[in-house]
C-alpha cells in the first residue's frame, strides 16, 4: 500500500483529520470539508456541496467524507479534530444523540471510525489553522454553488 507522494503507508502510520462544515442560514446552502495532515504537512483536502441542510449534519458530512479518504493513508490512528462541539462530544459519548438523522450520520461516523486501529475526537478552536482552510473549502463551495444558482435568472 502506498500512501501520498507515493510513499509506503504503514498500518502504523498516524494522521490528523481536520474538518469542518458550514451552513448559511440554519438549515440553508451547506457544505463539508476536510483537511488530512501527516507531519505537519497536508496530504489530501476536499469538499463537497450538501445543498440545504443545518451546520450540524454539515459537521457530520465532514466527518464522515474525512474518515472515508483517511482510508487511503493509514488504518493506523488518526486524530479527529473539529470545531464542532456538539459532533466530538456526540461521537466521544459525552452527550447522547437526540435527534434521529443526526443519529444516522454518528453511526455512520463510527463505523468509519471502526476501520482504524485508534480514532480519537477532539474539539479545536475554529482558530486552528487547519480549522480555517477546512473553513475556506467550505465558503468556496458553497459560493461555487450560489454562483451556479444565479446563472441565468437575470437580476430583479
Request: net charge neutral; charged share 25%; glycine share 10%.
Amino acid at each position: 500500500m502506498y500512501g501520498a507522494g507515493g510513499s509506503p503507508m504503514t498500518e502504523s502510520e498516524a494522521i490528523t483529520l481536520y474538518t469542518d462544515g458550514a451552513s448559511r442560514g440554519n438549515p440553508g446552502p451547506a457544505a463539508w470539508a476536510f483537511v488530512i495532515v501527516r507531519d505537519g504537512i497536508i496530504i489530501d483536502m476536499r469538499s463537497g456541496f450538501l445543498g440545504e441542510t443545518t451546520n450540524n449534519v454539515a459537521e457530520y458530512q465532514a466527518v464522515i467524507n474525512g474518515l472515508a479518504a483517511a482510508r487511503r493513508y493509514t488504518r493506523g490512528r488518526v486524530d479527529v479534530r473539529s470545531d464542532s462541539e456538539l459532533a466530538v462530544r456526540q461521537l466521544t459519548g459525552w452527550y447522547r444523540v437526540r435527534k434521529e438523522h443526526l443519529a444516522v450520520l454518528h453511526r455512520e461516523a463510527l463505523r468509519l471510525a471502526g476501520s482504524f486501529r485508534e480514532v480519537t475526537f477532539a474539539s479545536v478552536p475554529r482558530e486552528h489553522p487547519f480549522i480555517r482552510i477546512a473553513d475556506g473549502l467550505c465558503n468556496e463551495t458553497i459560493d461555487r454553488h450560489a454562483d451556479r444558482q444565479d446563472d441565468g435568472r437575470g437580476g430583479a
